[in-house]
């Protein structure tokens, strides 16, 4: 059990107490335990908050309005500080519509120091405070009351270390200029988009999807829309409602009717018994413009096209060169996200390139290469390769 001091606050009272007390302070580090299996919207279970003024741990089950602590998320005169914060800022925009202002995020500053990009938690304590630290309980069951010792000594390790972390951080980044880096970064978590995910992204990849004849397509993205909507309306998984596998096969044999999908090995009987009406009314309805650029998005990949191919990994063997003479994590430089979406849209450009550190260490010219993605020309010349774009006409 951890020796760290604390306040846990179980009733309205004790928390607005902590939001009084709170309301001067500089900087706030925290983080969350939630539980996602089985459920559509995350159950928020326990938030763990570190200031200059305490250590207290915010029973989220117990303390339904947590407005206090959301004002604080958005006071730009308050350094929010995290490790992968991501996920904690997500689920305060899922459950509260609330986006942070003035955050710092430790695992995205180390990011910038060095090409391991993204430590957990538990290596960044041990490399910079030299603590080393026992984790074992990510994935207990938060839920659980009363709150065990173990669960709270994990909890409090996770924060009681962040003020700590952020001031060897920032000294190391001012050290090589690169703080104000970080906080533009991290800006990148204040912003709604963070929080949206593209909800036919894996269409990309499925072979099945790029397999299907064009009315079935569409099927499947409508039954995609079904399946998210049913899972909110219910506040369960998604594959509770209808697993991805099962759904796919639904969408290959849908054209060919109801006894297709009754005779499958493969799909449940009571699946086609309780949905066919909404299944047949989905693959029946005319298709709308929308979903025609759905279609016209994701059914050919760019991995058809070789000469777009060869020279998207290119331009990220020239990104994560140069990633490698600064010192900082390539993977920093675009996300995954956008990444796949550079490879699916030619046209595609995601706006953060434009300004900041990424146009300071990419330069203007592999940045212009980089949005125009022009075809590449390739040759020998005196025992050297020489790459060159080929203009666009």
Known sequence: MSNVPYLLLETETDFGQFVADNQSIDWLAFDTEFITEKRFLPQLCLIQVATANGVYLIDSLKIEDLGGLMDMMKNPDILKMTHAGENDYRIFFKLFGVLPVNVFDTQIADGFL?????????????????????????????????????QISYALDDVIYLYGLYEKLKAALEKRGRFEWVMHECQMLCKQSAYQSDPYKDLAQSRTFNSLKRQSQIFLVRL?????????????????VLDTKIMY????????????LESHRIIPNWVTTKHWETFSDLYDAPETPEEVAIIKKYASPIRSNMQRALTMDLLLGLLKYKAMEYEVSSNLIVNRADLNQMKLEPNYFPDYFEEGWRRELLGDDLLSWLKNRSPLSVEMVKNQWVISEKKKK
Request: glycine fraction near 4%; charged fraction near 30%; charge should be positive.
């Open 249 to 260: 096969e639904i969408a290959k044999n849908i054209a060919v009717g109801k006894s297709a």
């Open 114 to 150: 060095n090409y391991q990009y993204p430590l957990s938690f538990k290596d960044l304590v041990q490399k910079y405070l030299g603590v080393h630290l026992q984790k074992g309980f990510k994935v207990s069951n938060w839920s659980k009351r009363p709150i065990d010792d173990k």
């Open 224 to 240: 995609m829309d079904w399946r998210k909507a049913e899972a909110s309306k219910k506040n369960v998984s998604k594959k509770m």
